[in-house]
Nanobody, 114 residues
Framework: QVQLVESGGGLVQAGGSLRLSCAASGSIFNINAMGWYRQAPGKQRELVAHFTREGRTNYADSVKGRFTISRDNAKNTVALQMNSLKPEDTAVYYC????????WGKGTLVTVSS
């Protein structure tokens, strides 16, 4: 299975910031494009941000201008900087390949209070 470990979630007030990190196995990280996904309670898992195979970034309309995806090739990590957080951002956040693979990590919970 793919090794994917998310961290950095927590409780934050609306308007605050969090930085999520994902550690991936080197063999996967070096071959595949990566992305961040989230799943709110009772809702479908959705794609939040991702890198294309060409190295460009794409964002869901709901997070454009607020979230930034980045990667550190030396550390095999992918980060998601989340600013101006809103209560509707509350969800479990996951990293995975893009297009998504079948194996998921445990995710990290982000809770934004209003």
């Amino acid at each position: 299975q793919v090794q994917l470990v998310e961290s950095g979630g927590g409780l934050v007030q609306a308007g605050g910031s969090l930085r999520l990190s994902c550690a991936a196995s080197g063999s996967i990280f070096n071959i595949n494009a990566m992305g961040w996904y989230r799943q709110a309670p009772g809702k479908q898992r959705e794609l939040v941000a991702h890198f294309t195979r060409e190295g460009r970034t794409n964002y869901a309309d709901s997070v454009k201008g607020r979230f930034t995806i980045s990667r550190d090739n030396a550390k095999n990590t992918v980060a998601l900087q989340m600013n101006s957080l809103k209560p509707e951002d509350t969800a479990v956040y996951y990293c995975n390949t893009f297009p998504m693979g079948l194996h998921w990590g445990k995710g990290t919970l982000v809770t934004v209070s209003s």
